[in-house]
């Protein structure tokens, strides 16, 4: 119980049962608190930056996370100080390189989820695998970029001295859990985005760690999500003002836990979600084929259930390159993007004719290939500003129900979509997902606060407040609800069949372009 609610339980104050749920994102650590019956009932985000020593790395100082992690916990037991904590829940951004030596000291800035410095590393371990269907066959996931594998492979070739002091791994929110609990372990969901562990199984790929040359002790113990791995130590109660022997449990990758913060958690339902990339995933009760490793299955945080997804790198990231853009027209100020949705809102379905391309960083899911560009295709002097800032968000629309198609191929069905993210505030975005996918499209009162609320719930879960994530989802209620529209339908259908085709048709201009001297 914290010193607050141990003075409100001696003044005879009402004393509440809450969970934390802690998210050590990209951009900030989010904290929150909720009750038993998961109403938020506080929340507070602390922002940091991050740091790009070279064109393509992107890296972050460990220590960021926690300063911010402290600031956010303090705000949110300052606004409750009658809550008493049963339990502490973690989230966080997931692949991120976190190196320590022997004393737990971090050896270098940890190497984040969308650095891009480690290419030749994934293409050697696929190589070493037996190409992607050996991956496949040990994993069941290629080994992208993004993920922590290709990362310990680059440390050792390019960083040998520091390799060599090289003692323990761990992804960013299982450093936190190291700093409150002084333990080092992580869960099925975040090890999953490793590429070294053996999702169908739920255990590292030892067999893919011997191949690799890399020693299996540099990997923390893994944990079923709902696991209490640890207790909140001396130090961390110090650090963070949380009581001493406050239950932490697993928690989960920020991807993965999201999605029972949005109440998807049984087949049938699936997430999307607009951030700055986008994501459809949905839950599974046994992991699916992934026959050419375009789509990403990982361990869901409840056991016995798996995660199935498909990340598109570009899709609130092209509103925010289109909305600078367009700032550079206007002396620097840059339209809101609630003002782009309602002047898209000023078009109809199809844009005119109008499609978008959104791959401008690349691209992952479906087609996994950085030489990929974005475009508008089809511009005539017809068009106006309303035709492109509508064809923009249906070009994100399409693109993630060009990622669904390959979920759909896998036998993975929609009944309902639980739209998350930013673009999840625009009715016109949910719309057209709802016509696209021919389903109703909801938006729930958790998922806004993203991974610190399905980690707050995970928590519950471990502590016994609810007998399983199934009962935990349930504390996620619907707030708004959008239903297909026929026409609407009709036209995006229509703009995505010709969108569909428009990848292989420029792929090889895309390719000529990558390797042109033009952009440089």
């Not at 928590?459 to 708004?480: F, I, L, N, Q, Y």
Request: charged content about 20%; hydrophobic content about 40%.
């Amino acid at each position: 119980m914290s010193a607050s609610a141990t003075a409100s339980r001696r003044r005879g104050e009402a004393v509440t049962q809450a969970l934390l749920g802690i998210d050590i994102g990209t951009s900030g650590c989010k904290a929150l608190l909720i009750d038993g019956e998961g109403v938020v009932l506080a929340s507070h985000t602390e922002t940091y930056g991050l740091s790009q020593p070279r064109p393509g790395w992107t890296e972050q100082d460990p220590a960021s996370w926690i300063d911010g992690a402290r600031a956010a916990v303090a705000a949110v037991l300052a606004e409750r100080p009658e809550a008493e904590l049963a339990a502490v829940g973690l989230s966080g951004q997931m692949h991120g390189l976190t190196p320590l030596d022997a004393g737990h000291k971090v050896l270098r800035p940890a190497i984040l989820w969308n650095d891009q410095r480690n290419g030749a590393e994934c293409d050697a371990i696929t190589e070493r695998a037996g190409g992607i269907q050996g991956l496949l066959a040990r994993t069941n996931n290629r080994m992208l970029v993004g993920y922590t594998g290709g990362k310990i492979i680059w440390m050792r070739d390019h960083e040998p001295d520091l390799f060599g002091r090289l003692r323990h791994v761990v992804n960013p929110k299982d450093y936190l859990r190291l700093v409150l609990t002084g333990e080092i372990a992580t869960e099925v969901s975040d090890a999953s985005g490793t590429g070294l562990f053996d999702t169908r199984e739920r255990r590292w790929a030892s067999g893919l760690l011997e191949l690799l040359d890399l020693d299996a002790a540099i990997l923390p113990p893994c944990h079923e999500s709902h696991v209490v791995s640890g207790r909140v130590g001396r130090s961390g109660a110090a650090l963070f003002g949380i009581p001493e022997g406050t239950p932490v449990v697993g928690g989960g990758g920020d991807s993965v836990i999201q999605t029972i913060g949005s109440g998807v958690i049984t087949p049938g339902a699936l997430q999307t979600t607009i951030g700055t990339a986008g994501i459809v995933a949905a839950a599974l009760d046994a992991p699916v084929a992934d026959p050419d490793g375009r789509l990403q299955v990982f361990c869901n945080v409840a056991p016995s259930k798996w995660h199935c997804m498909g990340v598109s790198l570009n899709a609130g990231g092209a509103m925010e390159w289109f909305r600078t853009m367009l700032a550079g027209f206007r002396g620097g100020e840059a339209p809101s993007a609630k003002d782009m949705a309602g002047t898209a809102a000023n078009a109809p379905a199809g844009s005119h004719g109008l499609v978008f391309l959104p791959y401008l960083n690349g691209e992952r899911c479906p087609h996994p290939d950085p030489s990929a560009r974005g475009g508008f295709v089809g511009l005539t002097a017809r068009h106006a500003a309303a035709d492109m800032a509508r064809s923009l968000m249906e070009g994100v629309t399409h693109s993630l129900f060009d990622i669904y198609r390959l979920m759909e191929a896998a036998g993975i069905g929609r009944s309902i979509i639980k739209a998350s993210g930013g673009g999840a505030r625009s009715t016109l975005w949910r719309q057209m997902q709802a016509d696209l996918f021919g389903c109703d499209v909801v938006t729930t009162d958790g998922a806004a606060e993203g991974g610190a609320f399905g980690a707050a719930l995970v928590a519950g879960v471990g502590v016994g407040v609810w007998a399983d994530a199934v009962e935990a989802a349930k504390s996620c209620r619907a707030v708004t609800r959008e239903t297909p529209d026929a026409a609407g339908a009709a036209a995006m259908r229509e703009a995505f069949a010709i969108y569909a085709g428009l990848y292989d048709d420029l792929s090889g201009a895309f390719s000529a372009l990558s390797g042109s001297g033009l952009d440089r």
